[in-house]
């Protein structure tokens, strides 16, 4: 039987949470520069399919701004909020209050970014509370000890390749061939992170 169905995404409704990737936290986090190789990735191919980008600073006065290397990705119109904070979720007032006016339903949020088993897993958390779907990005996230990040990961993993064909949900859209440029483009950067970001789960690690 012949798929006649006009192709669309998979996802209806993605954004892209980007947290606390700082500067100051360059040479305190493990493997920072992989974070950061798979936050640029996933910020182009939001870029390309136009998917609504949300960024968060941890107390910007003394841990310093997003790193030079995301900056070019975190313009608006795109990226809708930048938000400095002191809670460790990034669903800050500011960032709520976006988030319920550009989007009328839940999200499906991509998460990624520092700590993981801090703000990253408090954010997971909230969102999920609020009744959006999170994808924690197993090649985009990290802590300042190694250990941390498996424990964190076992809760919600997600990959950052696959999330992207996930995201475009069918190959017969326009979108496609950027996402597979994309991909060609940091294969070798994905594969680096995954081998030194994304461990096997740890057995009886919590789910959520």
């Known amino acids: 039987m012949t798929d006649t169905a006009a192709p669309r995404r998979r996802?209806?409704?993605?954004?892209?949470?980007?947290?606390?990737?700082?500067?100051?936290?360059?040479?305190?986090?493990?493997?920072?520069?992989?974070?950061?190789?798979?936050?640029?990735?996933?910020?182009?191919?939001?870029?390309?399919?136009?998917?609504?980008?949300?960024?968060?600073?941890?107390?910007r006065a003394r841990l310093g701004d997003t790193v030079a290397e995301l900056a070019p990705f975190l313009s608006p119109p795109l990226c809708r909020a930048h938000d400095d904070k002191t809670l460790f979720s990034m669903l800050t007032p500011a960032i709520t209050a976006h988030l319920a006016q550009d989007?009328?339903?839940?999200?499906?949020i991509v998460l990624l970014g520092i700590e993981s088993h801090i703000?990253?897993?408090?954010?997971?958390?909230?969102?999920?509370?609020?009744?959006?779907a999170v994808y924690v990005l197993a090649d985009g996230v990290s802590?300042?000890?190694?250990?941390?990040?498996?424990?964190?990961?076992?809760?919600?993993r997600a990959e950052g390749g696959a999330w992207l064909y996930e995201c475009v949900g069918d190959?017969?859209?326009p979108d496609f061939k950027a996402v597979i440029g994309i991909v060609k483009d940091t294969a070798a950067d994905t594969t680096a992170a995954l081998r030194a970001l994304a461990p096997a789960p740890v057995p009886g690690a919590a789910k959520m």
């Open 11 to 59: 996802m209806n409704n993605p954004v892209i949470f980007v947290c606390d990737i700082q500067e100051k936290f360059r040479n305190a986090i493990y493997e920072f520069d992989k974070v950061v190789l798979t936050a640029q990735k996933v910020l182009r191919a939001a870029h390309a399919l136009q998917i609504p980008i949300y960024a968060t600073t941890q107390n």
């Open 103 to 108: 989007h009328q339903q839940p999200a499906e």
């Open 119 to 132: 703000c990253v897993t408090q954010t997971a958390l909230d969102a999920r509370r609020a009744g959006h």
């Open 143 to 156: 802590s300042c000890n190694r250990e941390e990040v498996p424990l964190a990961l076992a809760r919600l």
């Open 171 to 173: 190959a017969g859209l």
